[in-house]
């Protein structure tokens, strides 16, 4: 009796255990995903949430710019999206006198909405299973050459007829592998105006430091409008347009967040990778995340050093640091994350099993038998090539002088006339300082030369090694005093010989050092690196197919879903916060109190503007806050990934409660492996935003085209509802 209990309650674990993750294809939700969303909570249907009959939600989410989420929340094309995703858009329109990043931007009627040339959403008009149609033919192949032209040429058949003549734009995605196919519609409007952005220290509150944490501060919003013609159509920029009327919009609910609450996001997953074989996931969790952070470590370590010495340096820096840091942090949790689940040992686990499952039948050996001694033999040649990819990438083309002489020699190679080189190159001089640059070249040489086998030594290195007794610094030293790009002044007195003599000029430039290394180490990628990966990846592709295939038969009752890959998913989950550590409980959600204990005006992360201190001190809250509190951020156990900044948190009815823009640093790893236990998503309460732009910014009026609800009935409050 007591056995059959245990046994019980395992298996109810261990179906909790995987309940959150997973980032679902929309019009797959019929049959168990809808049945297993509406037994925790979910009130629609999902018809409503994906619909080619009906209006429904996913008709009030976008593909905002080039990599991030948005989502309609009135019926006149206003929108909202992290202030991260606008960040670009708001820095374009900031000057000296005007600037909006510092300060934050809000319009105060339509005429002053900001126009951005440039930027555009896409909305998903349908999607559909054309795995039939895109392999139609390949059973004719007899080569894998074969087999692959004729599936380009269904995909791009496919894709031009959903075009319908330029109306939208069309792609064919694979799933699983290559196992299944989608074609995914959409339609592009390019008006899309700047409504609104709270100032960087509210929007970007906590900056690096707080950049991957929970808990979180961060008002990170702005709001945009779409604008149509007098159709509702897609139009360029015209003072004529007018604000876009959409299918479905966002209700925002204003009964607020409690724990164990029903939530779910629509959004854009950029890419993860679950099915990785083991010895992968061990190169890529113990050898190359581990090398790129450490030379991350090392160019950040350089750059502050530079920065704190002088203001302009800390400027021209600011955003190159920031790029640099944010997946700096993300690899060093992803790391300790994978290795806190034991994930290379849960996947040697499986794939033993599998190999066990594999050899019960003479069918499956035959079919399936070569699958992991393929992968293995790969990975291991791959393995060599990756190091120097990632060293190429981290190291040798983090040097900026390289990136110039790259672009200068290209531009000679084009004829390009002198002037005109000169002119196009000042930009890239404007935001580099020449000292830092050149000990950037010593320390990243000297690692490229430590870490990666002799056999990709370019030539140079080997000259160094000889004339220079492997003395880095003498060598950048002479590196960095001739040549021809070493300063704006230099390349103009170069371009001038190159003006006079294409030819000549082409020739000292075989000379130089710094050119001879740029083509050395360009070399060494394209003609050895790139050319041995694509065949050996290509394979992998293949393999991988029929790799999902036999799990898919190994597991028939499991629910699959596809890696991420830029196309509108699913998720859901719950409010929740999370243990990541013996003795310590994060609660779910953080208020105003915290981004008042965390402000310090001596600390740029930390400093918060007056008003907004103001605001806290009257306890002036409007209608936004709960019994004298401001909530201001929440997570809960939805699935996301990179792409997924901007997207909607949506409740059990379906309404809006908050904006995605981030995910714990604890569950960083869930690109890989994901961890119910860890995993989060951080989102700004909608309340917060709310209150931003009526009591902050004063720009209430945005408020009266939204609908706000509010149900009669409270929820109930928990006891211990600050905790996990
Ligand atoms: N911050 C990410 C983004 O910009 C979201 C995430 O990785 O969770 O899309």
């Given at each position: 009796?007591?056995?059959?209990?245990?046994?019980?309650?395992?298996?109810i674990?261990?179906?909790?255990?995987?309940?959150?993750?997973?980032?679902?294809?929309?019009?797959?939700?019929?049959?168990?995903?809808?049945?297993?969303?509406?037994?925790?909570?979910?009130?629609?249907?999902?018809?409503?949430?994906?619909?080619?009959?009906?209006?429904?939600?996913?008709?009030?989410?976008?593909?905002?710019?080039?990599?991030?989420?948005?989502?309609?929340?009135?019926?006149?094309?206003?929108?909202?999206?992290?202030?991260?995703?606008?960040?670009?858009?708001?820095?374009?329109?900031?000057s000296?006198?005007?600037?909006?990043?510092?300060?934050?931007?809000?319009?105060?009627?339509?005429?002053?909405?900001?126009?951005?040339?440039?930027?555009?959403?896409?909305?998903?008009?349908?999607?559909?299973?054309?795995?039939?149609?895109?392999?139609?033919?390949?059973?004719?192949?007899?080569?894998?050459?074969?087999?692959?032209?004729?599936?380009?040429?269904?995909?791009?058949?496919?894709?031009?007829?959903?075009?319908?003549?330029?109306?939208?734009?069309?792609?064919?995605?694979?799933?699983?592998?290559?196992?299944?196919?989608?074609?995914?519609?959409?339609?592009?409007?390019?008006?899309?105006?700047?409504?609104?952005?709270?100032?960087?220290?509210?929007?970007?509150?906590?900056?690096?430091?707080?950049?991957?944490?929970?808990?979180?501060?961060?008002?990170?919003?702005?709001?945009f409008?779409?604008?149509?013609?007098?159709?509702?159509e897609?139009?360029?920029?015209?003072?004529?347009?007018?604000?876009?009327?959409?299918?479905?919009?966002?209700?925002?609910?204003?009964?607020?967040?409690?724990k164990g609450?029903?939530?779910?996001?629509?959004?854009y997953?950029?890419?993860?990778?679950?099915?990785?074989?083991?010895?992968?996931?061990?190169?890529?969790?113990?050898?190359?995340?581990?090398?790129?952070?450490?030379?991350?470590?090392?160019r950040?370590?350089?750059?502050?050093?530079?920065?704190?010495?002088?203001?302009?340096?800390?400027?021209?820096?600011?955003?190159?640091?920031?790029?640099?840091?944010?997946?700096?942090?993300?690899?060093?949790?992803a790391?300790?994350?994978?290795?806190?689940?034991?994930?290379?040992?849960k996947?040697?686990?499986?794939?033993?099993?599998?190999?066990?499952?594999?050899?019960?039948?003479?069918?499956?050996t035959?079919?399936?038998?070569?699958?992991?001694?393929?992968?293995?033999?790969?990975?291991?040649?791959?393995?060599?090539?990756?190091?120097?990819?990632?060293?190429?990438?981290?190291?040798?083309?983090?040097?900026?002088?390289?990136?110039?002489?790259?672009?200068?020699?290209?531009?000679?190679?084009?004829s390009?006339?002198?002037?005109?080189?000169?002119?196009?190159?000042?930009?890239?001089?404007?935001?580099?300082?020449?000292?830092?640059?050149?000990?950037?070249?010593?320390?990243?040489?000297?690692?490229?030369?430590d870490?990666?086998p002799?056999?990709?030594?370019?030539?140079?290195l080997?000259?160094?090694?000889?004339?220079?007794?492997?003395?880095?610094?003498?060598?950048?030293?002479?590196?960095?005093?001739?040549?021809?790009?070493?300063?704006?002044?230099?390349?103009?007195?170069?371009?001038?010989?190159?003006?006079?003599?294409?030819?000549?000029?082409?020739?000292?430039?075989?000379?130089?050092?710094?050119?001879?290394?740029?083509?050395?180490?360009?070399?060494?990628?394209?003609?050895?690196?790139?050319?041995?990966?694509?065949?050996?990846?290509?394979?992998?592709?293949?393999?991988?197919?029929?790799?999902?295939?036999?799990?898919?038969?190994?597991?028939?009752?499991?629910?699959?879903?596809?890696?991420?890959?830029?196309?509108?998913?699913?998720?859901?989950?719950?409010?929740?916060g999370?243990?990541?550590?013996d003795?310590?409980?994060?609660?779910?959600?953080?208020?105003?109190?915290?981004?008042i204990?965390?402000?310090?005006?001596?600390?740029?992360?930390?400093?918060?503007?007056?008003?907004?201190?103001?605001?806290?001190?009257?306890?002036?809250?409007?209608?936004?806050?709960?019994?004298?509190?401001?909530?201001?951020?929440?997570?809960?156990?939805?699935?996301?990934?990179?792409?997924?900044?901007?997207?909607?948190?949506?409740?059990a009815?379906?309404?809006?409660?908050?904006?995605?823009?981030?995910?714990?640093?604890?569950?960083?790893?869930?690109d890989?492996?994901?961890?119910?236990?860890?995993?989060?998503?951080?989102?700004v309460?909608?309340?917060?935003?709310?209150?931003?732009?009526?009591?902050?910014?004063?720009?209430g009026?945005?408020?009266?085209?939204?609908?706000?609800?509010?149900?009669?009935?409270?929820?109930?409050?928990?006891?211990?509802?600050?905790?996990?």
């Amino acid at each position: 009796m007591k056995r059959q209990f245990l046994a019980i309650l395992i298996l109810i674990a261990s179906f909790n255990a995987k309940a959150d993750e997973g980032m679902w294809l929309l019009s797959l939700l019929d049959g168990y995903t809808i049945e297993d969303m509406q037994s925790k909570g979910f009130k629609l249907t999902a018809e409503d949430i994906y619909s080619v009959n009906q209006a429904c939600l996913k008709d009030a989410v976008v593909i905002f710019g080039g990599g991030c989420t948005g989502e309609l929340i009135s019926p006149d094309g206003l929108l909202l999206t992290n202030h991260h995703c606008g960040y670009g858009t708001i820095q374009s329109h900031s000057s000296v006198e005007n600037d909006y990043l510092t300060d934050g931007f809000w319009a105060m009627s339509r005429e002053e909405e900001l126009p951005n040339p440039g930027l555009s959403v896409r909305f998903l008009r349908y999607m559909d299973d054309v795995t039939g149609d895109v392999l139609d033919g390949t059973e004719n192949a007899d080569t894998r050459e074969e087999y692959e032209a004729i599936i380009q040429g269904n995909v791009a058949s496919i894709a031009a007829v959903a075009n319908a003549e330029g109306k939208y734009e069309s792609t064919v995605r694979p799933m699983f592998y290559g196992n299944q196919y989608f074609l995914f519609v959409y339609e592009r409007y390019n008006d899309v105006r700047l409504v609104g952005a709270p100032p960087s220290s509210i929007g970007n509150f906590g900056r690096d430091n707080d950049n991957w944490m929970w808990p979180r501060h961060t008002g990170d919003f702005s709001v945009f409008r779409i604008y149509a013609n007098s159709e509702n159509e897609p139009a360029g920029y015209s003072a004529e347009n007018v604000p876009y009327q959409p299918r479905k919009f966002f209700e925002i609910s204003m009964d607020g967040i409690e724990k164990g609450d029903f939530t779910m996001i629509l959004g854009y997953p950029g890419s993860t990778q679950q099915f990785l074989y083991s010895r992968a996931l061990k190169h890529f969790a113990e050898v190359s995340m581990p090398m790129r952070v450490d030379l991350r470590t090392e160019r950040m370590e350089i750059m502050d050093r530079y920065m704190q010495q002088s203001d302009e340096v800390r400027i021209q820096y600011a955003s190159k640091y920031r790029g640099v840091s944010n997946a700096w942090k993300k690899w060093q949790g992803a790391i300790r994350g994978l290795e806190r689940l034991d994930a290379v040992q849960k996947k040697v686990k499986f794939e033993n099993e599998f190999r066990e499952w594999v050899g019960e039948s003479e069918d499956r050996t035959e079919a399936y038998g070569d699958l992991l001694p393929s992968f293995e033999e790969i990975y291991t040649e791959l393995e060599h090539f990756d190091v120097i990819r990632d060293l190429m990438g981290e190291a040798v083309f983090a040097i900026e002088i390289l990136r110039i002489a790259s672009a200068v020699e290209y531009m000679m190679m084009d004829s390009i006339p002198a002037e005109e080189i000169l002119n196009r190159s000042k930009r890239m001089y404007d935001d580099i300082h020449l000292p830092l640059d050149k000990e950037m070249f010593r320390t990243m040489m000297e690692n490229y030369n430590d870490l990666s086998p002799v056999e990709f030594h370019p030539d140079i290195l080997q000259e160094v090694n000889e004339k220079y007794k492997g003395d880095f610094n003498a060598w950048t030293e002479d590196v960095y005093d001739k040549t021809p790009v070493r300063s704006l002044e230099a390349l103009g007195d170069f371009l001038r010989i190159y003006e006079r003599n294409q030819g000549k000029a082409m020739k000292k430039l075989k000379k130089d050092d710094l050119f001879i290394a740029l083509d050395q180490f360009r070399n060494i990628y394209t003609q050895r690196v790139r050319p041995a990966e694509s065949v050996l990846t290509e394979s992998l592709e293949h393999l991988y197919k029929r790799w999902v295939k036999a799990r898919f038969e190994m597991k028939p009752g499991k629910r699959f879903y596809p890696d991420a890959n830029f196309t509108m998913r699913l998720t859901y989950g719950e409010v929740k916060g999370y243990s990541p550590e013996d003795a310590v409980k994060f609660g779910y959600h953080t208020t105003l109190s915290g981004v008042i204990e965390k402000s310090r005006q001596d600390q740029p992360d930390y400093v918060i503007p007056e008003k907004l201190r103001e605001l806290y001190e009257d306890k002036d809250y409007g209608d936004y806050g709960v019994d004298g509190t401001m909530p201001v951020c929440f997570t809960a156990s939805n699935h996301t990934s990179g792409g997924n900044s901007g997207s909607p948190v949506i409740d059990a009815e379906g309404r809006l409660i908050g904006i995605n823009f981030d995910r714990n640093w604890h569950g960083t790893m869930s690109d890989e492996m994901y961890d119910p236990g860890m995993c989060r998503n951080i989102a700004v309460d909608i309340r917060y935003i709310l209150f931003i732009i009526d009591r902050f910014a004063g720009a209430g009026y945005l408020l009266d085209e939204m609908v706000l609800v509010e149900e009669e009935a409270p929820t109930v409050v928990e006891a211990d509802a600050g905790m996990n």
